[in-house]
Protein backbone atom coordinates (compact mmCIF):
# COMPACT_ATOMS: atom_id res chain seq x y z
CA UNK A 1 0.00 0.00 0.00
CA UNK A 2 1.04 3.63 -1.18
CA UNK A 3 1.74 6.00 1.65
CA UNK A 4 -0.06 8.86 1.83
CA UNK A 5 2.43 11.06 1.14
CA UNK A 6 6.13 11.12 -0.42
CA UNK A 7 9.07 14.28 0.10
CA UNK A 8 10.70 14.30 -3.41
CA UNK A 9 12.81 16.38 -5.33
CA UNK A 10 14.33 17.54 -8.47
CA UNK A 11 18.30 18.08 -8.18
CA UNK A 12 19.41 20.72 -10.69
CA UNK A 13 23.15 20.86 -10.66
CA UNK A 14 26.09 21.02 -13.39
CA UNK A 15 28.63 18.20 -13.91
CA UNK A 16 32.04 17.85 -13.59
CA UNK A 17 32.03 18.02 -17.31
CA UNK A 18 33.12 14.64 -18.57
CA UNK A 19 34.85 13.82 -15.10
CA UNK A 20 32.75 10.66 -13.84
CA UNK A 21 34.70 10.51 -10.47
CA UNK A 22 34.15 14.15 -9.56
CA UNK A 23 30.74 14.25 -10.84
CA UNK A 24 29.84 11.19 -8.97
CA UNK A 25 31.17 13.25 -5.62
CA UNK A 26 28.71 16.20 -6.25
CA UNK A 27 26.05 13.55 -6.98
CA UNK A 28 26.82 11.77 -3.50
CA UNK A 29 26.82 15.73 -1.95
CA UNK A 30 23.38 16.28 -2.88
CA UNK A 31 22.18 12.14 -1.59
CA UNK A 32 23.23 13.58 1.80
CA UNK A 33 21.64 16.91 1.38
CA UNK A 34 18.59 15.70 0.30
CA UNK A 35 18.54 13.00 3.68
CA UNK A 36 19.63 15.19 5.47
CA UNK A 37 16.07 17.37 4.44
CA UNK A 38 14.19 13.95 4.76
CA UNK A 39 13.55 13.40 1.23
CA UNK A 40 12.64 9.81 -0.32
CA UNK A 41 13.32 10.69 -3.55
CA UNK A 42 15.66 12.39 -5.99
CA UNK A 43 15.80 13.17 -9.70
CA UNK A 44 18.67 13.88 -11.48
CA UNK A 45 19.21 15.54 -14.79
CA UNK A 46 19.79 14.15 -18.33
CA UNK A 47 22.97 12.56 -18.59
CA UNK A 48 24.25 14.37 -15.61
CA UNK A 49 26.87 11.97 -15.62
CA UNK A 50 29.17 12.91 -16.35
CA UNK A 51 27.49 15.58 -18.82
CA UNK A 52 25.19 16.39 -21.53
CA UNK A 53 27.29 16.13 -25.37
CA UNK A 54 26.62 19.36 -25.81
CA UNK A 55 29.19 19.83 -28.66
CA UNK A 56 26.44 17.49 -30.87
CA UNK A 57 24.89 21.37 -31.58
CA UNK A 58 27.57 23.48 -31.72
CA UNK A 59 30.50 21.50 -32.99
CA UNK A 60 30.77 20.66 -36.98
CA UNK A 61 30.48 16.80 -36.69
CA UNK A 62 33.18 16.44 -39.11
CA UNK A 63 35.79 18.44 -37.72
CA UNK A 64 35.66 18.32 -34.08
CA UNK A 65 32.72 15.33 -33.21
CA UNK A 66 35.30 12.16 -32.92
CA UNK A 67 37.16 14.07 -30.30
CA UNK A 68 34.57 15.06 -27.60
CA UNK A 69 32.91 11.58 -28.33
CA UNK A 70 36.06 9.35 -27.74
CA UNK A 71 36.03 11.27 -24.43
CA UNK A 72 32.34 10.73 -23.69
CA UNK A 73 32.99 7.13 -23.99
CA UNK A 74 35.74 6.95 -21.80
CA UNK A 75 33.99 8.51 -19.22
CA UNK A 76 30.60 6.84 -19.56
CA UNK A 77 29.70 3.83 -17.50
CA UNK A 78 28.77 -0.09 -17.89
CA UNK A 79 26.16 -0.90 -15.54
CA UNK A 80 25.98 -2.70 -13.68
CA UNK A 81 29.55 -1.56 -12.62
CA UNK A 82 31.70 0.18 -9.94
CA UNK A 83 29.67 3.73 -10.30
CA UNK A 84 25.99 2.35 -9.64
CA UNK A 85 26.79 -0.27 -7.38
CA UNK A 86 28.47 3.12 -5.50
CA UNK A 87 25.00 4.85 -6.11
CA UNK A 88 23.38 2.10 -4.74
CA UNK A 89 25.09 2.11 -1.56
CA UNK A 90 24.61 5.93 -1.53
CA UNK A 91 20.97 4.98 -2.01
CA UNK A 92 20.78 2.41 1.03
CA UNK A 93 22.93 4.11 2.96
CA UNK A 94 21.06 7.31 3.12
CA UNK A 95 17.28 5.57 3.01
CA UNK A 96 16.43 7.46 -0.45
CA UNK A 97 15.14 5.93 -4.10
CA UNK A 98 17.27 7.39 -7.01
CA UNK A 99 16.57 8.53 -11.11
CA UNK A 100 19.91 8.96 -12.22
CA UNK A 101 20.76 9.99 -16.36
CA UNK A 102 24.06 8.80 -17.37
CA UNK A 103 26.11 8.13 -20.51
CA UNK A 104 25.63 4.33 -20.34
CA UNK A 105 28.37 2.63 -22.09
CA UNK A 106 27.88 -1.26 -23.87
CA UNK A 107 30.39 -2.30 -25.93
CA UNK A 108 30.98 0.95 -28.48
CA UNK A 109 27.83 1.87 -28.29
CA UNK A 110 26.25 4.74 -25.52
CA UNK A 111 22.99 5.03 -24.72
CA UNK A 112 21.17 7.67 -22.67
CA UNK A 113 20.04 6.31 -19.67
CA UNK A 114 18.46 6.31 -16.58
CA UNK A 115 18.93 4.45 -13.38
CA UNK A 116 16.25 3.84 -11.09
CA UNK A 117 17.38 2.76 -7.55
CA UNK A 118 15.33 2.03 -4.68
CA UNK A 119 15.85 3.12 -1.40
CA UNK A 120 17.49 -0.11 0.09
CA UNK A 121 20.31 -0.22 -3.02
CA UNK A 122 18.54 -2.28 -5.36
CA UNK A 123 19.20 -1.38 -9.20
CA UNK A 124 15.43 -1.56 -10.27
CA UNK A 125 16.54 -0.35 -13.96
CA UNK A 126 18.51 0.88 -16.32
CA UNK A 127 16.22 2.36 -19.14
CA UNK A 128 17.43 3.43 -22.29
CA UNK A 129 15.88 6.85 -24.10
CA UNK A 130 14.25 5.19 -27.34
CA UNK A 131 14.84 7.35 -29.80
CA UNK A 132 18.15 10.20 -29.53
CA UNK A 133 16.54 13.75 -31.12
CA UNK A 134 18.68 15.15 -34.05
CA UNK A 135 21.56 15.75 -33.23
CA UNK A 136 21.79 13.03 -30.34
CA UNK A 137 21.60 10.93 -32.86
CA UNK A 138 25.37 11.40 -33.28
CA UNK A 139 26.32 10.22 -30.28
CA UNK A 140 23.62 7.42 -28.79
CA UNK A 141 21.93 4.41 -29.78
CA UNK A 142 18.34 3.35 -29.27
CA UNK A 143 16.56 2.17 -26.90
CA UNK A 144 13.55 -0.35 -26.76
CA UNK A 145 10.30 -1.92 -25.93
CA UNK A 146 12.04 -3.20 -22.73
CA UNK A 147 12.58 0.72 -21.52
CA UNK A 148 8.82 1.21 -21.53
CA UNK A 149 7.79 -0.01 -17.97
CA UNK A 150 7.25 1.42 -14.38
CA UNK A 151 9.16 0.05 -10.96
CA UNK A 152 7.82 -0.35 -7.37
CA UNK A 153 9.57 1.52 -5.12
CA UNK A 154 8.82 2.42 -1.52
CA UNK A 155 6.34 4.91 -2.36
CA UNK A 156 4.55 4.06 -4.84
CA UNK A 157 4.70 3.13 -8.76
CA UNK A 158 7.44 4.95 -10.38
CA UNK A 159 7.90 5.84 -14.13
CA UNK A 160 10.66 7.76 -16.49
CA UNK A 161 10.93 9.46 -19.78
CA UNK A 162 13.63 11.35 -21.17
CA UNK A 163 13.44 14.91 -23.03
CA UNK A 164 12.03 14.76 -26.52
CA UNK A 165 10.64 11.50 -25.25
CA UNK A 166 7.61 13.27 -23.87
CA UNK A 167 6.52 14.18 -27.15
CA UNK A 168 5.28 10.86 -27.68
CA UNK A 169 1.96 10.10 -27.15
CA UNK A 170 2.76 6.35 -27.44
CA UNK A 171 6.20 6.35 -25.21
CA UNK A 172 3.68 8.25 -22.74
CA UNK A 173 0.48 6.16 -22.42
CA UNK A 174 2.51 2.66 -22.30
CA UNK A 175 4.57 3.70 -19.42
CA UNK A 176 0.67 5.49 -17.97
CA UNK A 177 -1.08 2.56 -18.19
CA UNK A 178 0.78 0.90 -16.23
CA UNK A 179 -0.61 2.55 -12.94
CA UNK A 180 2.20 4.83 -12.65
CA UNK A 181 1.66 7.56 -9.56
CA UNK A 182 5.06 9.33 -9.83
CA UNK A 183 6.86 10.10 -12.63
CA UNK A 184 10.52 11.27 -13.37
CA UNK A 185 11.17 13.50 -16.43
CA UNK A 186 14.94 14.01 -17.26
CA UNK A 187 16.20 16.54 -19.24
CA UNK A 188 19.71 18.27 -20.11
CA UNK A 189 19.30 21.75 -19.17
CA UNK A 190 21.38 24.90 -20.60
CA UNK A 191 18.67 25.23 -23.34
CA UNK A 192 16.60 27.84 -22.38
CA UNK A 193 15.12 27.90 -26.35
CA UNK A 194 13.07 25.05 -24.88
CA UNK A 195 11.85 25.96 -21.92
CA UNK A 196 8.28 26.49 -23.48
CA UNK A 197 8.28 22.78 -24.26
CA UNK A 198 8.92 21.63 -21.21
CA UNK A 199 6.46 23.54 -19.46
CA UNK A 200 4.11 22.14 -21.94
CA UNK A 201 5.26 18.85 -21.56
CA UNK A 202 5.68 17.99 -18.16
CA UNK A 203 2.16 20.31 -17.45
CA UNK A 204 0.08 17.89 -19.74
CA UNK A 205 1.75 14.62 -18.22
CA UNK A 206 0.90 15.30 -15.18
CA UNK A 207 -3.17 15.84 -16.21
CA UNK A 208 -2.77 13.39 -19.06
CA UNK A 209 -1.30 10.74 -16.63
CA UNK A 210 -3.31 12.13 -12.80
CA UNK A 211 0.60 11.57 -11.55
CA UNK A 212 3.14 13.76 -10.13
CA UNK A 213 5.86 14.76 -12.40
CA UNK A 214 9.59 15.88 -11.40
CA UNK A 215 11.25 17.62 -13.75
CA UNK A 216 14.82 17.72 -13.67
CA UNK A 217 17.71 20.04 -15.68
CA UNK A 218 21.16 20.63 -15.54
CA UNK A 219 22.79 24.13 -16.01
CA UNK A 220 25.30 25.38 -18.37
CA UNK A 221 28.77 26.80 -16.15
CA UNK A 222 31.21 28.75 -17.81
CA UNK A 223 33.32 26.32 -17.18
CA UNK A 224 31.47 23.65 -19.25
CA UNK A 225 31.66 26.57 -22.29
CA UNK A 226 35.04 27.12 -22.19
CA UNK A 227 35.34 23.77 -22.04
CA UNK A 228 33.09 23.01 -25.27
CA UNK A 229 35.38 26.14 -27.34
CA UNK A 230 38.38 25.09 -26.04
CA UNK A 231 38.83 28.32 -24.25
CA UNK A 232 37.21 30.89 -25.97
CA UNK A 233 34.05 30.38 -24.93
CA UNK A 234 31.19 30.50 -27.34
CA UNK A 235 28.04 32.45 -28.64
CA UNK A 236 25.73 29.34 -29.24
CA UNK A 237 24.79 28.73 -25.32
CA UNK A 238 25.03 30.97 -22.51
CA UNK A 239 25.28 29.81 -18.93
CA UNK A 240 22.58 28.81 -16.75
CA UNK A 241 19.26 27.74 -18.42
CA UNK A 242 17.58 25.54 -15.46
CA UNK A 243 14.05 24.70 -15.55
CA UNK A 244 13.58 21.56 -12.59
CA UNK A 245 10.10 21.73 -11.50
CA UNK A 246 7.16 19.75 -9.38
CA UNK A 247 4.04 19.34 -11.05
CA UNK A 248 0.81 18.16 -9.53
CA UNK A 249 -1.61 16.09 -11.29
CA UNK A 250 -4.01 18.75 -11.94
CA UNK A 251 -1.07 20.37 -13.48
CA UNK A 252 -0.04 22.79 -11.26
CA UNK A 253 3.54 23.38 -10.02
CA UNK A 254 4.21 22.63 -6.23
CA UNK A 255 7.73 23.85 -7.14
CA UNK A 256 9.85 26.18 -9.08
CA UNK A 257 11.07 26.16 -11.67
CA UNK A 258 14.19 26.98 -10.73
CA UNK A 259 15.79 28.87 -13.62
CA UNK A 260 19.02 30.44 -12.30
CA UNK A 261 20.86 28.21 -9.40
CA UNK A 262 21.94 24.89 -8.72
CA UNK A 263 20.44 23.27 -5.51
CA UNK A 264 17.35 21.09 -4.60
CA UNK A 265 13.45 21.85 -5.69
CA UNK A 266 11.45 19.74 -3.48
CA UNK A 267 7.77 19.14 -2.29
CA UNK A 268 5.83 16.97 -0.61
CA UNK A 269 3.38 14.71 -3.01
CA UNK A 270 -0.35 14.37 -1.24
CA UNK A 271 -1.44 11.07 -3.13
CA UNK A 272 -4.76 11.85 -2.34
CA UNK A 273 -4.43 14.83 -5.13
CA UNK A 274 -4.36 11.42 -7.39
CA UNK A 275 -7.41 10.29 -6.38
CA UNK A 276 -8.83 13.22 -7.04
CA UNK A 277 -7.54 13.86 -10.44
CA UNK A 278 -8.89 10.09 -11.70
CA UNK A 279 -12.03 10.25 -10.12
CA UNK A 280 -12.28 13.67 -13.37
CA UNK A 281 -10.46 11.88 -15.52
CA UNK A 282 -8.96 8.77 -15.40
CA UNK A 283 -7.16 7.65 -18.91
CA UNK A 284 -6.13 4.58 -18.00
CA UNK A 285 -9.25 3.80 -16.08
CA UNK A 286 -13.06 4.68 -17.30
CA UNK A 287 -11.80 7.59 -19.64
CA UNK A 288 -10.16 4.66 -21.66
CA UNK A 289 -11.80 3.36 -24.75
CA UNK A 290 -10.44 -0.29 -25.42
CA UNK A 291 -12.90 -0.87 -27.23
CA UNK A 292 -12.80 2.32 -30.23
CA UNK A 293 -8.70 2.46 -29.23
CA UNK A 294 -6.19 -0.10 -27.89
CA UNK A 295 -2.39 0.44 -27.75
CA UNK A 296 0.30 -2.59 -27.90
CA UNK A 297 3.38 -2.75 -26.45
CA UNK A 298 6.50 -5.29 -27.58
CA UNK A 299 8.22 -5.41 -23.94
CA UNK A 300 10.81 -7.83 -25.22
CA UNK A 301 14.56 -6.63 -25.58
CA UNK A 302 15.72 -6.64 -28.94
CA UNK A 303 19.22 -8.00 -29.65
CA UNK A 304 20.95 -7.98 -33.11
CA UNK A 305 22.32 -11.88 -32.52
CA UNK A 306 20.25 -14.98 -32.25
CA UNK A 307 22.04 -18.22 -32.06
CA UNK A 308 20.08 -21.45 -33.11
CA UNK A 309 21.75 -24.62 -32.27
CA UNK A 310 19.36 -26.09 -35.04
CA UNK A 311 18.87 -29.13 -32.34
CA UNK A 312 15.45 -30.77 -32.58
CA UNK A 313 12.99 -29.54 -29.92
Known sequence: MSPLSVKAAAVQMAPQFLDTRRTLEKIFRYIEDGADQGLELLVFPETILPGYPYWAMTHDPMLNLGQFNLRLHAESIVVPGPESKSLCAAAKKHHCNLVVGINEKEGGTLYNSQLIISNDGELLGC??????????????????????????????????????????????????????????????????????????????????????????????????????????????????????????????????PETDREGIVSATLDFDEIVSAKIVVDGQGHYARPDVVQLRLDSSKQRPLVIEDGKDA
Not at 184 to 208: C, K, Q, S, T, V
Not at 210 to 229: H, P, Y
Request: proline share 5%; glycine share 14%.
Open 127 to 256: RRKLVPTSHERMVWGRGDGSDLKVYQTSFGVLGALICYEHSNPLFRYSVQAQGEQVHAANWPGGLPFIDHIMDAAIRHYAFESGTFVISATSILTQEILDELAGGSGTSILTPGGGYSAIVSPNGKYLAG
